[in-house]
């Protein structure tokens, strides 16, 4: 089954009719609390379905693509709940509020009131000041609510639209440039370059960053993450060989310490970030790499450990200060 793209796409169709369905929850649920959650937003995230078919039939039919198709299918997968969150958090008034709890009221009151005409008999909604009516069910049409205000125009316009299209466009020249094996060994002939290029914007972003952000609302150094993981990658796949001859368990200087440094470049400016989080990220994926690349337990054991050691010291010095203080060391 993993081999074939037919059974993989209709596993996505089937993620996509839950996606609906999840979506379906939301907008009944905000109806339930007195708000309504856009259409036009669900139903723009809902049409990302679309290019993501349409890449898994392009891989298929132009690029006759065999390979395992389950990490594709994942990536949709976390996609998918990654949409079915930012859908449910930013369609709550609550989420933008500069009053919250006034805001987290008003939800209560649509849920009190919603209560109160349903179970309360005439004469006690007569005494609160409200209609005497009889309690009976109430439709999700009778419900007062506050209406979205997401046009059509703000989702052509929103970052949310063009930055997931962007993405897949880039998947696509992405792979196109991967499969030709020049472009591969010319990745792995420059890794050390594409790192210390990458390291320009990113030493930009460092300094004109604040509170995470830089050049306006952008976190410009999450792309930098690719390129970083392509170069160690490419010095791995040159030096797997040599780091395979070890001494007592430890591989040559001559080859571990490019490795070293290329591993150590990306931590300089998280660290001046106090981002310890791309820290622990970066970390688990270069032991990743080269658990795969190097199968020899004492220098799995010997880089492991070593990675910890020096990982968990940037991340305690990344900390705060008084959290610091907390740390026995």
């Known amino acids: 089954m993993r081999n074939r793209a037919s059974s993989h796409l209709l596993i996505i169709l089937i993620i996509a009719g839950l996606e609906v369905t999840g979506y379906l929850a939301i907008h009944r649920a905000g109806l339930l609390r007195g708000y309504e959650t856009s259409v036009v937003g669900g139903v723009r995230d809902l049409l990302m379905y679309v290019p993501l078919i349409f890449l898994a039939l392009w891989l298929t039919r132009a690029h006759r693509f065999a390979g395992n198709w389950v990490l594709f299918t994942t990536a949709i997968l976390l996609f998918s709940f990654g949409m079915l969150i930012q859908y449910r958090l930013y369609s709550d008034p609550e989420y933008n509020a500069r009053n919250k709890a006034a ?26 000041g409200l209609p005497p009516t009889p309690a009976q069910p109430i439709s999700l049409e009778q419900l007062p609510r506050k209406e979205s205000n997401y046009s059509l125009w703000n989702a052509v316009t929103s970052s949310y639209t063009w930055i997931p299209v962007f993405s897949f466009l880039a998947f696509a020249i992405a792979y196109s440039f991967c ?89 300089v400016p998280f660290f001046a970030l106090k981002d310890f989080g791309q820290m622990l990220i970066f970390s688990g994926a270069y032991t990743t790499l080269y658990l795969v690349a190097v199968r020899r337990w004492p220098q799995l054991l010997l880089f492991v450990g070593s990675v910890l050691l020096v990982i968990s010291i940037l991340v305690v010095g990344a900390l705060p200060r008084d959290i610091q203080e907390k740390v026995p060391l």
Request: no cysteine; hydrophobic share 50%.
């Open 103 to 128: 805001a987290r009221e008003e939800k209560m009151e649509a849920l009190r009131m919603r209560y109160i005409m349903e179970n309360y008999d005439p004469v006690k909604k007569q005494l609160m």
């Open 179 to 267: 499969v030709r094996d020049g472009f591969l060994l010319w990745l792995q002939r420059n890794s050390f370059i594409i790192v210390l290029m990458t390291l320009v914007p990113l030493a930009a972003a460092v300094v004109t960053s604040s509170a995470g952000k830089a050049l306006g609302n952008m976190t410009p150094w999450e792309p930098s993450k690719i390129p970083f993981l392509v170069g160690f990658a490419g010095i791995l796949t040159a030096r797997y060989k040599d780091l395979a001859e070890t001494y007592w368990g430890i591989p040559r200087a001559r080859d571990i310490v490019p490795l070293v440094v290329m591993a150590m470049l990306p931590f």
